[in-house]
């Protein structure tokens, strides 16, 4: 799968709560850094971060930069009783599996 794909396939699965489905796509070791830092490592920690979101937490995408090992998606996370929040999801892709996702917060 191209690392666009990658890249799509993981937020649709976010958004309809598949936290296995949505960590099948990396790499065994791979990671997600969260914005506070926190980094989670592995299958199960992917997992469990996904399906930790509140429910009806939706993310939707405005705009993409594509290289092939590197996406970054930027976008806005609506949460239930917060304000939108404008995110940046960059994805470093190692052959058909997500190595690393870092997710950062961006600031109005």
């Not at 993310?59 to 304000?83: K, N, S």
Request: hydrophobic fraction near 45%.
């Amino acid at each position: 799968m191209a690392a666009i794909d990658l890249a799509r396939e993981y937020i649709s699965r976010v958004n309809g709560r598949d936290g296995s489905g949505a960590a099948a796509l990396f790499a065994q070791d791979g990671e997600i850094i969260a914005p506070v830092g926190r980094v989670y490592r592995g299958w199960d920690a992917i997992a469990a971060f996904i399906e930790a979101a509140p429910l009806a937490t939706t993310a939707q995408i405005a705009e993409r930069t594509m290289g092939t090992h590197r996406v970054v998606l930027h976008g806005v996370v609506q949460t239930p009783r917060f304000a939108p929040a404008q995110i940046e999801w960059i994805f470093d892709v190692d052959g058909d599996r997500i190595r690393r996702l870092t997710i950062n917060h961006l600031r109005d």
